[in-house]
């Protein structure tokens, strides 16, 4: 069983206990069948992330798996990055809004698993471990617990019909008031270019860095096919007004990453959007729709409770050495503050080009 709130007790193994060591590209198969043996896990426990970390950032991802002994059979998998921000290095979980539940057959593997991760830590690999769960961490273990982000997930049903019946009606007006500009849908990963485009105008109107077209195209091969690309165009010709990066996992279809051109906001693209990936959902069969990672309280979020999904927290869990200041929540942060509005001045050619250097800081 996945190990989740209030069932944690650490148990007398016997001193031998979990072996745990650092996943190798062999084990990539075994990794990803013991993945797919939990309900919920999600898109993000794959081990293709391993890749794009190392592929498109040349991040360290010493990804861990627990076991009987070497070379057993896998009992517990956590994923790890190292970001090598300066002065700051740490260990995640996964990249930019990652997410997931501890995956161990049970507490003494699942203890293990985030033990020798906090070992990296007091070795010096890094300053702090961000663990980002689904649920709770062990407990015993010395982790500060943060309550900062959430993700939102919409039942899809299994009828299209139904499910355009159940969206609140300030919704269905939106997709059909945006549907009235002439725009189109289209998918797939030669999409990528056009939703690039979207995406990195409005993150630098936003103030950030962009992960870089690298980050994206290596994503479309580790986790081909699952990952896709949704973008809007005028019907007659002309550049993508509103994309979205997707991919599906289990039966849900997760959107990390979508994106509107400001000057379209007022047709109502984003609606458009995201019943157009709600379509794209039902046909891979998909039942189930993740919005992606949001601050709580936010803007982002807002829109996302406007289709009335279920809201469910995302744990941070931390373990910092010694002196180590760190801070999670990018709106209590005076530095990124005078960071996103220093981005904005910069031009969006030469911010293009610097920002996935800025972003492998930042994951």
């Known amino acids: 069983m996945a190990v989740r709130a209030g069932n944690i007790a650490v148990s007398a193994r016997a001193a031998s206990g979990p072996h745990v060591d650092i996943a190798a590209l062999e084990d990539a198969r075994a990794w990803d069948t013991y993945v797919a043996r939990w309900p919920d896990a999600t898109l993000y426990h794959l081990f293709g992330w391993k890749t794009v970390a190392e592929e498109a950032y040349g991040l360290r991802a010493p990804f861990l798996v627990a076991r009987d002994e070497p070379g057993g059979a896998i009992r517990g998998i956590l994923p790890l990055i190292r970001v ?75 009828d299209g019909e139904a499910l355009w019946q159940s969206l609140p009606r300030k919704q269905r007006w939106a997709i059909r008031h945006a549907g009235k500009a002439g725009l189109e849908a289209a998918h797939g990963p030669e999409e990528l270019d056009g939703f690039y485009e979207v995406l990195s105008e409005n993150m630098h109107r936003k103030g950030a ?102 809201i469910e927290p995302i744990q941070s869990y931390v373990y910092a050495a010694p002196n180590t200041r760190y801070q999670l929540d990018p709106r209590e942060s005076g530095v990124a503050h005078t960071i996103v509005g220093a981005w904005r001045r910069v031009p969006r050619r030469v911010a293009r080009i610097l920002g996935p250097a800025l972003c492998r800081w930042i994951a």
């Open 84 to 158: 090598p921000r300066p002065f700051t290095q740490y260990l995640t979980t996964g990249l930019f809004g990652a997410y997931g539940r501890l995956l161990a057959d049970d507490d003494d593997y699942a203890f293990a698993l985030i033990a020798a991760a906090i070992a990296r830590i007091d070795k010096g690999d890094a300053r702090h471990l961000h663990l980002k769960l689904l649920g709770n961490a062990p407990a015993g273990l010395r982790l500060d617990r943060k309550d900062i982000w959430v993700t939102a997930k919409l039942d899809l049903g299994v």
């Open 209 to 310: 860095p962009i992960y870089g077209k690298a980050f994206f195209r290596s994503v479309l091969r580790s986790l081909a096919p699952r990952a896709s690309v949704i973008t809007l165009r005028p019907r007659h010709g002309g550049r993508a007004v509103s994309g979205a990066f997707v991919a599906s996992y289990g039966g849900t279809m997760y959107v990390p990453f979508a994106s509107s051109r400001a000057d379209h906001f007022k047709q109502r693209v984003n609606h458009l959007l995201f019943w157009e990936v709600m379509r794209r959902a039902h046909s891979v069969g998909c039942r189930t729709l993740d919005f992606g990672s949001s601050l709580r309280e936010s803007s982002v979020l807002d829109f996302k409770r406007e289709w009335r999904p279920e």
